[in-house]
Structures are given as structure tokens and as C-alpha cells.
């Protein structure tokens, strides 16, 4: 099953949005959009364990 996140899951006022067949690819896209995008986030275990309870399967 396809995974889906967004930044406005995460109540975010930006319009990125990404899918992925597999959470660590999804992840991979989410952490490249985090570091261009998002500087102010600091990606740590608890950030990551977060942003991974807002994947979506559809």
C-alpha cells in the first residue's frame, strides 16, 4: 500500500506533499524537504518518531 505525507498534516502552512511505496523512502523524501525547506526543525528521534505517526496509507 502506497504511504502519504504532508506538511499540513503536521499543521504546517506549506503545500509539500510527498508518496512513497515504503515508510523509509517516504522518509528519505520527508528528511530532503525538512533540511531545504524547514531549517528551523531540528530532525532528532523525537521529531522523527512524530513526523512518523502523520504517515498515511492510501
Same mark, same amino acid.
Given at each position: 500500500m502506497?504511504?502519504?505525507?504532508s506538511?499540513?498534516?503536521?499543521?504546517?502552512?506549506?503545500?509539500w @506533499?510527498a508518496t512513497?511505496?515504503?515508510?523509509?523512502?517516504l522518509?528519505?523524501?520527508?528528511?530532503?524537504?525538512v533540511k531545504?525547506?524547514?531549517k528551523?526543525?531540528? #530532525?532528532n @528521534?523525537e @521529531?522523527i518518531?512524530?513526523?512518523? #505517526?502523520l504517515?498515511?496509507e492510501?
Open positions: 502506497t504511504k502519504s505525507i506538511c499540513s498534516d503536521a499543521g504546517k502552512d506549506c503545500g @506533499s512513497a511505496q515504503t515508510e523509509e523512502e522518509m528519505g523524501k520527508v528528511t530532503e524537504h531545504e525547506e524547514h528551523e526543525i531540528e #530532525l @528521534s @521529531s518518531s512524530s513526523i512518523k #505517526l504517515i498515511k492510501i
